[in-house]
Structure formats: C-alpha cells, structure tokens
C-alpha cells in the first residue's frame, strides 16, 4: 500500500467538478461527483433527530445499493426547510440525472451550510448545467465546492496491488466546526475501482466509522446534515472481494488509512484551531472504555483550552477521564502529555514545566493515557480552543 498524490477522481472510471453558481460569494459551492459505471454503495449519517431534506433523501435512495453520481452544494444546508426543502433535494437529484442522462434514483444529495434557508433553485439549476465531467487534478474543483469555513481541501489517496489488478482508494471530507461523534457537520466522500458488494461495503464502513470519524470532536455540537458516502464501481477489473479474505484484508487496510487520514485532517482543520490533539488510551478493559476515555479528553473544553494555551494541566486530563463514563483505579493509570510523565501512582511526577510547556507549542499534541485493566487500545482526534473559534462562530450567520 502506498499514498500517492491524487484526488477523488484518481480510482478508474470516476470524474467530478465543482463551481461558483452564487449560494457564496465568491468561493464554488456546487459540484457532482460521477461514475461511469453504476457503483456500489455504503453511506453512515447524522445521528441527529432533526435531519436535514438532503440527508432523508439520500438514506432512501442507498436501499437500492446502487449509485452513480452524487450532487452537493455548499453555502446553504437545505435543513428545517419543510416540504420545499424536500421537493427541492428531489429536484436536485433530477436534474443532474438529466444532464448526466442517467436515472434520478442513482444520484445522491449532499448539503452543508446555514440552516433553515430554502435553496435558490435558479442557482442551483443554473450551476448544474454548467458541471463538467472533469478527471483527476480536474477534480479538485469538486474537493473545493464542499467547504465551508474550512481551511483547506482534505483528500487521501492510497494504491495496492491485488495480483495483476491495481486498486486505488480515495477519499475527500470537509468539516471545520460542529463537529462531534457520532457523525458531526461533515461531508466526506470515498471512491474506489475494487469489486466489492454493497452489503460487504456498508459492513466495513459502519465497523470503521466508529474508529474514525467517531473518533473526532471539535466543539461537541452535531449537524443536522453530516453523512459519509462511499462508490465502488468494479473498474480496475479485479475479481469480486470476499470476506475473511487475504484481499479484505488488504482492502480493508487501503480503507481504514483513508477514513483515519481524513478525520485527522478535520480534527486539525477544527475552527481557529493551531494544534491536532491524538489522545492515545492503552491497557482498557475493551475497546469500548478505551473509545469513551480518549474521546473524553480530546472533548474537554478545558484540555483544548490548556494546550492552546501551552499549559501542562495534567489534572485537566485526569479530570475528563473521571466524568468519561469509564470505571478506572487513578492509582494505576499514568498519563503523559507530548512524551512527559506528568501523572503516575496516583499522585503528579517531578517535570519542568517551562520544559514541556515549549514542546506544547508544536502544532500536533500527543496525551497518552496508560491503564492496567486489559489490552484494549483506542485513538480519538481534536484541536485545541481558541480565541478565533469563537469569533469565528459567532459572526458565522452574518
């Protein structure tokens, strides 16, 4: 396996674009994404009870387990919208199938932005029929039409051999704030040539958004719109993957690097954020505690304003694994902060502050949290809190 350089459209037989049709100022905010031969499906969405019309439709359509294009807009979310929200993500669907010439029940909607505002349709119609088939770097106009206050296009890009068959996965997401587990306002689309069915598909991508993007948290809010879509369309040739084989395994390894390299890429990309936060949470009794525990850390309100501030709080951390819902001896954790013992035997341990507190300047943090209870090991992703998050959201809908 190897990461190359590419884009959404790098795996065979895809092609998208991306625009400026007037939702934004002045940045693209409309695109489609595009198979040449009807794919495979897997999609996970917002846990939210209030969905957005985009979100509902698309879960409809994935009952079908085929797809071959996804339309999306950015600037303007099509949620709490009502009927007219409904009618207008139909309409969206229908007519990117008219201008790919393919039928509407393969095409998915994606909407990310402000709530409660129903879409200009003459816009959006208007942008659509502008949507070229654009390869490779082409592309990168549709990694862009996604975002919001994002700060830079997120994509992943991985390639293996399968024998004489070459398999390319990839991925692009965006998500900046309001993000939180359980699937958070993020968009994040995944395209591969392998052979894959999509009940096989929608297993593996359900099992990996737990370890993944349900492993991020920004700001604790989740969206109204959030869902993760993934494409296979069978176009390197290969035969079909089975199960509990050496090329799942394989495919699954290619996948995992993918979904795990984009939350990464979100976490750090949090709004006004200037570090990555990767707690790290070994020796759990199950993979369950481990997730809640290193989850709880990288949430805190406090930690995230402790390493924006280049502060060795150590108590902070001990703090969020206590309320994490997890039942831990402190006697027989240890916990260290960018590689410094801080915490161990129930008591802190002698280290040089100013020391440490210059090596929390660097913009990727590390805080490992040490348990005796078993061997169980989870991640969990986030950034620290700043001054410009919240100016950032507070000028968000003016």
């Not at 350089?5 to 065979?12: E, L, M, N, Q």
Request: contains cysteine; hydrophobic residues 40%; negative net charge.
């Amino acid at each position: 396996m190897k990461k190359i350089d590419g884009t959404i459209a790098s795996p065979k037989g895809f092609v998208a674009d991306g625009l400026h049709c007037g939702l934004k100022r002045k940045k693209k905010d409309i695109g489609w994404l595009y198979s040449k031969k009807i794919a495979s499906v897997a999609g996970v969405f917002t846990t939210n009870q209030v969905k957005a019309a985009p979100v509902i439709l698309t879960k409809e359509k994935l009952a079908l387990q085929k797809l071959q294009a996804i339309i999306i807009n950015s600037g303007n979310a099509n949620a709490c919208t009502g009927e007219k929200g409904r009618m207008d993500a139909k309409e969206m669907c229908k007519l990117t199938a008219q201008a790919l010439n393919i039928p509407a029940e393969y095409v998915a909607v994606a909407s990310t932005g402000i709530i409660g505002k129903t879409l200009p349709m003459v816009q959006i119609k208007a942008g659509i029929e502008l949507l070229e088939a654009k390869p490779i770097k082409e592309a990168q106009a549709f990694q862009e039409a996604i975002l919001t206050t994002d700060t830079t296009q997120k994509v992943s890009v991985y390639q293996d051999d399968f024998d004489q068959y070459q398999v390319t996965v990839a991925g692009c997401a965006k998500g900046s704030g309001m993000i939180h587990p359980n699937m958070a306002t993020m968009l994040g689309f995944i395209t591969t040539d392998a052979n894959i069915s999509s009940s096989l598909l929608q297993e593996l991508l359900s099992e990996l958004t737990e370890v993944t993007f349900n492993q991020i948290t920004i700001d604790g809010d989740t969206s109204t719109n959030d869902m993760v879509l993934v494409m296979a369309n069978g176009m390197s040739g290969m035969p079909e993957i089975q199960k509990d084989t050496p090329e799942f395994a394989k495919f699954k390894a290619m996948f995992t690097q993918v979904l795990t390299d984009l939350a990464k890429m979100i976490a750090k990309d949090g709004e006004g954020a200037t570090k990555l936060i990767e707690t790290i949470v070994t020796g759990a009794k199950n993979v369950s505690d481990a997730r809640m525990l290193a989850k709880s850390v990288v949430g805190s309100s406090l930690v995230k304003s402790a390493i924006f501030g280049q502060d060795p709080n150590w108590g902070r951390i001990l703090c969020a694994l206590g309320y994490s819902g997890v039942v831990f001896d402190p006697e027989t954790i240890q916990i260290y902060l960018a590689d410094t013992l801080v915490f161990e035997n129930g008591q802190p341990t002698i280290f040089d502050a100013n020391q440490l507190s210059e090596s929390l300047k660097t913009d990727e943090v590390v805080i490992q949290v040490v348990l005796s209870d078993g061997s169980a090991i989870s991640r969990a992703w986030g950034c620290d809190l700043t001054y410009e998050y919240v100016k950032i959201n507070a000028l968000y809908h003016t």
